[in-house]
C-alpha cells in the first residue's frame, strides 16, 4: 500500500472515528490474534510506533465531544498495545493538554499496568480502560497470551481497585481447549475485581487457524450465550456476550452497571423499555442516545408482562449505566425505507451477513411492513474468502458477493444494497478491491448502506 495512502487512513481514523492509533507494536503472541489468520490478499496497515510530530499533528483532528479512543482496532490499522510506546505518557498528556474534559478509552492487555501508571491515569482523569484479561489463571494466560504474559495478574487487579479509575474487563473465549466450566470460573473470577462490565467475544477462525483453533461456531455460541444469561441472573457484574444475534427492534436491557443511576432506580437485566418520557423510540441505539441526553428521563419498562415506571435520577449527558445492544439508527433505518420507496419498479436484492440476516429481515418485512412487496428480497452472503467461522458483515468481500451472485438462481436485480461497513474510505474491500468492480460485471447499481 502507498505510503500517502497509509497516511490518509490514519487522519480518517482520527476524524471519523476519534480513534487515535499510536502504535502496531504488540508486546504478546495471543494464539487467537486475527492477523496470525489472515487469508493471503488481506490488506492492512502496519506503522511500528508513530513519531511525536506525527502524533502531535493527528491530535489536532480529534473531537472534543465525543470519547478519544486509544488501542481499538476498527480500521484496516493494526493497533497494537498502547502502552508499550516509549512516549506514552508524553502523549496522554498532551491529550490532556488539549482536552481537559474528554473521556479517554484505553484498551490494553495489562501487562504494563503497575502503580505508577495507575496513579498517572488517576491524574489524568476521565481515564477509561477497556482491559483485555482474556485468562486470570497463570497458566491459562500463558497458554493464550504467550509467555511473555504477566502471568500473575491477580496484583495488578488488586491495586486497580485504590485508584479512582473506571475500567471494563474482556476475555475472548475457547471453550473448545478449556470447556465451559473453566470459562465460568474464569469469568467468576473477574467478577471479583469490580470491573464495570465484562465482554465476552466468540473467536473467530478462518481456514488459516490452526486446527485446534477450530470449533462448531454456532453450538458453541448457543451454550456461551446460555452460560452468560445464567451468570447475569446470579450476580451483579454485567456480563455481555458480543458479537449479539439479533432478531428485531425490542429494547431489551442485557445489563446493568452496578451503582450506575440506572441500577439505582431498580432497573434490572432483561427489562424491556418501553417508552422513555412517555415516547416510543424506534430502536435500542435511539433509546439509549435518548436516555443518555435526558436528565431524570422516567421510563416504562416492561417486567415479567408487567409495565412499571422507573426514572433515572441523572444529568443531561451523563450516562445511565444502562447496557443495551447495539443495532440501527432510526436514520438507517429511513433509509432502508426510501431505498425500497423509491424503486418500486425495481427487483432490489438486500444482502447482509449471516449475522445481520435476522435484524435487516425483521425490519424490512415486519417493521416497515413490506413482505408482500415481491420485488424486494433480503438474503445472506456466506463468507468464502475468510471461511471458518467468520459471519460478520465487517469480514465480507467482493468474494464472497461475487460467489453468492454466481450462484443467483434468477436474474441478477437491477439494484444491490450492501453493508456499507465491507468497505473502506476508498470504497474499498479487505482485499482492495472497489465496489465499483461488481456493478460492472453484474450490471447492476449498487447503493451501500
Known amino acids: ?67 478519544i479512543i486509544i488501542g481499538e482496532s476498527a480500521t484496516k490499522i493494526i493497533e497494537g498495545e498502547p502502552l508499550v510506546h516509549p512516549e506514552f505518557k508524553k502523549i496522554l498528556t498532551k491529550i490532556r493538554d488539549q482536552y481537559s474534559e474528554t473521556k479517554i478509552k484505553i484498551t490494553t492487555n495489562a501487562d504494563h499496568l503497575d502503580k505508577e501508571m495507575l496513579q498517572f491515569f488517576e491524574d489524568l482523569n ?41 475500567y471494563h474487563f474482556s476475555m475472548v473465549t475457547l471453550p473448545n481447549l478449556f470447556g465451559r466450566d473453566k470459562i465460568k470460573n474464569e469469568l467468576k473470577e473477574m467478577a471479583k475485581y469490580n470491573p464495570l462490565s465484562i465482554r465476552v467475544f466468540m473467536p473467530g477462525y478462518t481456514e488459516y487457524s490452526k486446527e485446534n483453533l477450530k470449533f462448531d461456531f454456532h453450538e458453541t455460541y448457543d451454550n456461551l450465550r446460555k452460560l452468560v444469561h445464567n451468570l447475569n441472573l446470579e450476580q451483579e457484574i454485567p456480563i455481555v456476550i458480543e458479537p449479539p444475534k439479533l432478531e428485531n427492534l425490542k429494547k431489551n436491557i442485557i445489563g446493568v452497571i452496578k451503582n450506575s443511576p440506572a441500577d439505582k432506580a431498580g432497573i434490572k437485566y432483561l427489562d424491556q423499555i418501553i417508552k422513555i418520557n412517555k415516547k416510543k423510540l424506534l430502536s435500542r441505539v435511539e433509546a439509549f442516545n435518548s436516555i443518555k441526553k435526558a436528565k431524570n428521563p422516567t421510563l416504562k419498562i416492561k417486567r415479567n408482562n408487567k409495565l412499571i415506571n422507573k426514572k433515572v435520577v441523572k ?80 469480514l465480507l468481500t467482493n468474494q464472497d458477493i461475487n460467489n453468492y451472485l454466481n450462484n443467483y438462481d434468477n436474474l441478477i436485480p437491477e439494484l444491490l444494497i450492501l453493508p456499507s461497513v465491507m468497505y473502506d474510505i476508498f470504497n474499498n474491500d479487505l482485499s482492495g478491491l472497489n465496489y465499483k468492480n461488481i456493478e460492472k460485471e453484474y450490471k447492476s447499481a449498487i447503493e451501500l448502506l
Do not use: W
Open 126 to 166: 476521565n481515564i477509561i480502560l477497556n482491559i483485555s484479561v482474556n485468562y486470570i489463571d497463570p497458566e491459562l494466560r500463558k497458554t493464550v497470551m504467550g509467555v511473555n504474559c504477566k502471568s500473575d495478574i491477580h496484583k495488578t487487579f488488586t491495586a486497580i481497585n485504590k485508584f479512582n479509575i473506571d
Open 1 to 67: 500500500m502507498q505510503k500517502n495512502k497509509k497516511v490518509y487512513y490514519l487522519y480518517k481514523s482520527v476524524q471519523e472515528d476519534n480513534i487515535l492509533p499510536i502504535t502496531s507494536k504488540c508486546n504478546l503472541s495471543c494464539i487467537f490474534c486475527s492477523h496470525k489468520q489472515n487469508p493471503p490478499g488481506v490488506e492492512t496497515i502496519r506503522f511500528g510506533d508513530l513519531s511525536l510530530k506525527t502524533i502531535d499533528d493527528l491530535v489536532s483532528y480529534l473531537d472534543s465531544n465525543k470519547p
Open 315 to 394: 444529568k443531561r449527558g451523563q450516562d445511565s449505566g444502562l447496557i443495551l445492544n447495539y443495532d440501527l439508527s432510526q436514520k438507517k433505518i429511513k433509509n432502508i425505507e426510501r431505498i425500497i420507496l423509491e424503486n418500486k419498479n425495481k427487483d432490489v436484492l438486500f444482502l447482509t451477513s449471516e449475522l445481520g440476516y435476522n435484524l435487516i429481515n425483521y425490519i424490512i418485512n415486519y417493521h416497515l411492513e413490506f413482505k408482500k412487496q415481491s420485488n424486494i428480497k433480503v438474503d445472506r452472503v456466506i463468507n468464502t474468502f475468510m471461511k471458518g467461522s467468520i459471519i460478520s458483515a465487517g
